[in-house]
T-cell receptor
Framework: AQSVTQPDIHITVSEGASLELRCNYSYGATPYLFWYVQSPGQGLQLLLKYFSGDTLVQGIKGFEAEFKRSQSSFNLRKPSVHWSDAAEYFCAVMTGNQFYFGTGTSLTVIP | KAGVTQTPRYLIKTRGQQVTLSCSPISGHRSVSWYQQTPGQGLQFLFEYFSETQRNKGNFPGRFSGRQFSNSRSEMNVSTLELGDSALYLC????????????FGDGTRLSIL
């Protein structure tokens, strides 16, 4: 069965520091991969997606993610975190028109 | 451009009752998908509708059902409510069937007493 694992339940970073959120998937082939962000009072928002091609994808709000087939990973990164980035982040995969979310990583940003 | 609109925002029901939630997609989007979000299970896919037909279904009991109207608005119904149905129900819309959910509504918070 397909699965998406986000090993870090909660991460705290200082404003201006770099960020990496981990995501691993379990699937026989390369699925479509996504990152979403859920901010308090706002709905889920698509940050970026990977279908094929260049393994480094750029998203909105300065986020990027790198697909590594050998590690079955799709980690989200940002070079310099802003206080407004504090939110819940979800990795997701789509296989055969089924959509699966990871359990999420809660990001706290300290001044 | 109006976003995905879900109504109501909050609902309180008791066990055994039934509930209907509504979702209006972004204009032009024809696919609507529904998700249940709970602290224990996270975000789980319920079903997807396109052109008034259910195209995909997640692993939920038959008490969870839905439908889509000709204007792409969708409703989700849960019958014989159980305490475990307490959750945030999110809907998302996208242009086409099989697209990843692109725009989410703010959700309906359902509490079962």
């Amino acid at each position: 069965a397909q699965s998406v694992t986000q090993p870090d339940i909660h991460i705290t970073v200082s404003e201006g520091a770099s960020l990496e959120l981990r995501c691993n998937y379990s699937y026989g082939a390369t699925p479509y991969l996504f990152w979403y962000v859920q901010s308090p009072g706002q709905g889920l928002q698509l940050l970026l997606k990977y279908f094929s091609g260049d393994t480094l994808v750029q998203g909105i709000k300065g986020f990027e993610a790198e697909f590594k087939r050998s590690q079955s990973s799709f980690n989200l990164r940002k070079p310099s975190v802003h206080w407004s980035d504090a939110a819940e982040y979800f990795c997701a995969v789509m296989t055969g028109n089924q959509f699966y979310f990871g359990t999420g990583t809660s990001l706290t940003v300290i001044p | 451009k109006a976003g995905v609109t879900q109504t109501p925002r909050y609902l309180i029901k008791t066990r055994g009752q039934q509930v209907t939630l509504s979702c209006s997609p972004i204009s032009g989007h024809r696919s609507v998908s529904w998700y249940q979000q709970t602290p224990g299970q996270g975000l789980q896919f319920l079903f997807e509708y396109f052109s008034e037909t259910q195209r995909n279904k997640g692993n939920f009991p038959g008490r969870f059902s839905g439908r889509q109207f000709s204007n792409s608005r969708s409703e989700m119904n849960v019958s014989t409510l159980e305490l475990g149905d307490s959750a945030l129900y999110l809907c998302a819309s996208s242009w086409d069937w099989g697209d990843q959910p692109q725009h989410f509504g703010d959700g309906t918070r359902l509490s079962i007493l």
